[in-house]
């Protein structure tokens, strides 16, 4: 079936670029979406990319996407404390826009 | 913005209860949606409903009902709590084809 994979954990240093990488497995997505969560708080939309997009910038995210390789990444740049949550990431399926799948999400730990 | 309200952030209750989860949306959405969530294993689909009195099932039902009397409000309810269904929950909004919204998240705990 449809799966979404996140690696668990990455940790940088507050200033530096983090990318938090994603693979999916249906080709038929519409859209890829990125959320953060951050400690007891429901999901907040960052941002999303539709299918037939390569890349997508958002003052300091950027969303590349290689449908190819089903490979979607999220670069936050000059991270900050304030960015330490986890992030999800998350696709369409079965060609419908009201469906997700989530990955496992990714626990970004910025240090000072 | 779009503001999505779940009832409570935190609930204790006991196991065989009924128990009643809230979440009303203010932007007209037509689509609205109940997750759990759990570690290790992401979000994973309760329940959605695309209209008034309609509802689909999502990838896991068992032990969960859901009503949805008017638009803005659905409701998620275990009809006969059990232990099994202690975690986070989360309620979702979103009209068609754009991005889904969501609220705080409800932590429930059964005993």
């Known amino acids: 079936g449809e799966d979404v994979e996140q690696s668990l954990f990455l940790s940088v240093r507050e200033g530096d670029s983090s990318v938090i990488n994603c693979t999916y497995t249906?080709?038929?997505?519409?859209?890829l979406y990125w959320y953060k969560q951050e400690p007891g708080a429901g999901l907040q939309l960052l941002t999303y990319?539709?299918?037939?997009?390569d890349m997508k910038q958002d003052q300091r995210l950027t969303v590349l996407l290689n449908k190819k390789d089903k490979h979607l990444s999220l670069r936050i740049a000059d991270t900050q404390t304030g960015d330490s949550a986890i992030y999800f990431c998350?696709?369409?399926?079965?060609?419908?826009?009201?469906?997700?799948?989530f990955g496992t999400g990714t626990l970004l730990a910025v240090q000072p | 913005d779009v503001k999505v309200t779940q009832s409570s952030r935190y609930l204790v209750k006991r196991t065989g209860e009924k128990v009643f989860l809230e979440c009303v949306q203010d932007m007209d959405h037509e689509n609205m949606f109940w997750y759990r969530q759990d570690p290790g294993l992401g979000l994973r689909l309760i329940y959605f409903s695309y209209d008034v009195k309609m509802k689909e099932k999502g990838d896991i039902p068992e032990g969960y009902s859901v009503s949805r009397e008017k638009k803005e409000r659905f409701s998620l309810i275990l009809e006969s709590a059990s232990t099994n269904q202690t975690s986070m929950y989360l309620c979702?909004?979103?009209?068609?084809?754009?991005?889904?919204?969501f609220g705080d998240g409800t932590r429930l705990s059964i005993l």
């Open positions: 998350a696709e369409t399926y079965g060609g419908a826009t009201n469906k997700l799948i």
């Open positions: 990319i539709f299918s037939n997009m």
């Open positions: 249906d080709s038929s997505s519409t859209y």
């Open positions: 979702a909004s979103q009209r068609v084809a754009e991005p889904q919204h």
